[in-house]
């Protein structure tokens, strides 16, 4: 079965500060990795997927992410946090033979001035 | 490239009546998904079409729910008989094809009082 599990419900950095947003997968197959950001009352938003080619993924607003195989995870970072990132992402992953994604319970981003 | 729409925005119902959401996806997608999310939590899979056919329903869609997309395009999900427990945000998703990445729509907030 796949699963996914992002560590920390809430996560506080100050404006200017690096972001890191920890994700860990199950999987017996090969998956898709994505990373979605959904900020109050607006709909899911792709920040970046991972689909078997470079591991390190590039997505927008200036994040990243690191496909690490060994370590079963995705963590999604950014060198520089801006007040408009306020938001909770989402942590999602699909079996490349299989349809369904699977949502982790997400993580909440404060971003301190 | 007009995005995922979903109609109505907000429903607010009685316990017992029967509600309908629509889903239109963006119309080269041949996938469709429906997804419930509720407080604090990551979208939960209910169900997904590959053009008008019904491939895959979680456990979560009990014999209350069903969904259709009769020509393959748009996407019907009704609830029968509401329960207070049904209150939750609906969400449909979109995709061309396998790991390409979904294009959420905003949802329906649906709140049974």
């Known amino acids: 079965a796949q699963s996914v599990t992002q560590l920390d419900s809430h996560v506080s950095v100050s404006e200017g500060t690096p972001v890191l947003l920890r994700c860990n997968y199950s999987s017996s197959y090969s998956p898709s990795l994505f990373w979605y950001v959904q900020h109050p009352n607006k709909g899911l938003q792709l920040l970046l997927k991972y689909t078997s080619a470079a591991t390190l993924v590039k997505g927008i607003n200036g994040f990243e992410a690191e496909f690490k195989k060994s370590e079963t995870s995705f963590h999604l970072t950014k060198p520089s946090a801006h007040m408009s990132d306020a938001a909770e992402y989402f942590c999602v992953v699909s079996l490349n033979r299989d349809d369904k994604i699977i949502f982790g319970k997400g993580t909440r981003l404060h971003i301190l001035p | 490239d007009t995005g995922v729409s979903q109609n109505p925005r907000h429903k607010i119902t009685k316990r017992g009546q029967n509600v309908t959401f629509r889903c239109d996806p963006i119309s080269e997608h041949n996938r469709l998904y429906w997804y419930r999310q509720t407080l604090g939590q990551g979208p939960e899979f209910l169900t997904y079409?590959?053009?008008?056919?019904?491939?895959?329903k979680s456990r979560l869609l009990s014999d209350r729910f069903s969904a259709e997309r009769p020509k393959g395009s748009f996407s019907t999900l009704e609830i029968q008989r509401t329960e207070q427990g049904d209150s939750a945000m609906y969400l449909c998703?979109?995709?061309?094809?396998?790991?390409?990445?979904?294009?959420f729509g905003s949802g329906t907030r649906l709140t049974v009082v």
């Open positions: 998703a979109s995709s061309r094809d396998r790991g390409h990445g979904y294009t």
């Open positions: 079409f590959q053009n008008e056919a019904q491939l895959e």
